[in-house]
């Protein structure tokens, strides 16, 4: 454990409590707790203001920042495994303090190389779809503290990523010392590196569905309404926007099968399952022709 998992841990621990009584005794709990953890289409009916509410629309500042650290991450294990650079100081005494000064690595370098460049790829495309696809409503609000927790996410992702690293721990091994070779990846390394691209396109395609809701012909945003969106895997799931951001990081976890990146993993996993089920339910709620045949999380069977 380090603290970079720490931080992940604590965040799974309590969004699997706070999600668990929202979603069995929410009648019975104060406002407060209803009002912090809700937000955008499922928000909170009435806000008291007893927490800052900010635009939805700064979801793009996420992506914004993460664009730079993840252009920096990626610059960075290009040039210390390709180039072999050293590493910068600040970040090696960034990774002493943050991760422990006897981290060792069991993750060889091309793997690191491979999840970097997915990563990267993963934020400059959602940062395109803030900017010039997604349509945020003008009413639709964020939690301040989900603000916070979206910026904290994406640069402990970049943490976690280099805190088991070769060249980036202090101790010598054999899988720290070996050239990186692309040449190496193996056929599951392959097949998870393809399962990535496939729900990376797919959540590309799902993106420009529920924009289009609000959109004419000719891509001029015509209303601000929620619809029910059709086509591609809006067939099958209601949140398939979501599902494959699963997917993705899973395929990450797979690649590099680090200790660190399980804690993020798990993260991923439950606050994107408590939305996808946040949304299941309102969207059954609020469209009576909402197809029975639609999922919450697998295709066919919930």
Not at 26 to 49: N, V
Not at 178 to 203: C, E, G, R, Y
Not at 210 to 237: C, H, S, V
Not at 260 to 268: D, K, L, M, R, S
């Amino acid at each position: 454990m380090n603290l970079i998992s720490i931080l992940f841990c604590l965040l799974t621990l309590i969004m699997i409590v706070w999600a668990s009584l929202i979603n069995f005794f929410e009648p019975k709990l104060p406002y407060i707790l209803s009002e912090t953890f809700r937000f955008g289409k499922f928000g909170a009916k009435s806000q008291s203001k007893l927490f800052v509410q900010v635009p939805k629309s700064w979801f793009k500042h996420f992506y914004i920042c993460a664009f730079i650290e993840f252009t920096y991450l990626l610059w960075l294990v290009t040039t210390v495994y390709l180039f072999h650079m050293k590493v910068p100081s600040h970040i090696t005494y960034l990774l002493d303090f943050l991760c422990g000064t006897e981290r060792i690595t069991f993750v060889p370098k091309h793997k690191v190389f491979i999840a970097s460049c997915l990563m990267t790829i993963q934020v400059y495309r959602r940062l395109y779809e803030s900017l010039k696809i997604s349509v945020f409503g003008n009413s639709s609000k964020l939690n301040l503290t989900h603000y916070v927790t979206g910026h904290i996410h994406y640069l402990g992702v970049v943490l976690a990523i280099l805190c088991e690293a070769p060249s980036f721990v202090n101790s010598s091994s054999t899988i720290a010392e070996a050239p990186m070779n692309l040449l190496s990846t193996t056929l599951s390394d392959k097949i998870a590196v393809l399962i990535f691209f496939l729900a990376w396109k797919h959540q590309f395609i799902c993106t420009k569905i529920l924009a289009n809701l609000r959109k004419d012909k000719n891509g001029n945003i015509i209303n601000n309404e929620y619809k029910l969106p059709k086509g591609d895997w809006f067939d099958y799931l209601t949140s398939p926007h979501q599902t494959t951001e699963i997917v993705m990081y899973c395929c990450i976890a797979w690649i590099l099968w680090s200790n660190t990146w399980f804690f993020v993993g798990a993260w991923v996993f439950t606050n994107q399952i408590e939305t996808i089920l946040l949304s299941h339910w309102w969207y059954q709620e609020k469209f009576e022709d909402f197809p029975k045949t639609r999922k919450a999380l697998i295709p066919f069977l919930y």
